[in-house]
């Protein structure tokens, strides 16, 4: 079973930058494909970057050139570095295995990008 803890998130001006992290529980965190999801109010949750448990990364088109995800296995930390953020990144940000689990959602970190 595997339980996460997302942080990092805040209040930005357009063009700045923030960095997610999430510590996930559990030995097998390093075998499996994570990703962090966002999700803006009254839209859908969606995936906007994934990483494998070799380091293979895809990202969603809105965020391509602008964010990048990475990991520690040694710590058990997936991370989200957001840079060039714009208003429209505004949304409760998330991590999960890929594909998403129901049962490993976390209380998610709010990303709000205004001037």
């Known amino acids: 079973q595997v339980e996460v803890v997302e942080s990092g998130g805040g209040l930005v001006q357009p063009g700045g930058s923030l960095r997610l992290s999430c510590v996930a529980s559990g030995s097998i965190f390093k075998i499996l494909a994570m990703g962090w999801y966002r999700q803006a109010p009254g839209k859908q949750r969606d995936l906007v970057a994934g990483?494998?448990?070799?380091?293979?990364?895809n990202y969603a088109d809105s965020v391509k050139g602008r964010f990048t995800i990475s990991r520690d296995n040694a710590k058990n930390t997936v991370y989200l570095q957001m840079n060039s953020l714009k208003p429209e990144d505004t949304a409760v940000y998330f991590c999960?295995?890929?594909?998403?689990?129901?049962?490993?959602w976390g209380q998610g970190t709010q990303v709000t990008v205004s001037s």
């Open positions: 990483i494998t448990s070799g380091g293979t990364t």
């Open positions: 999960n295995l890929v594909p998403a689990h129901p049962a490993h």
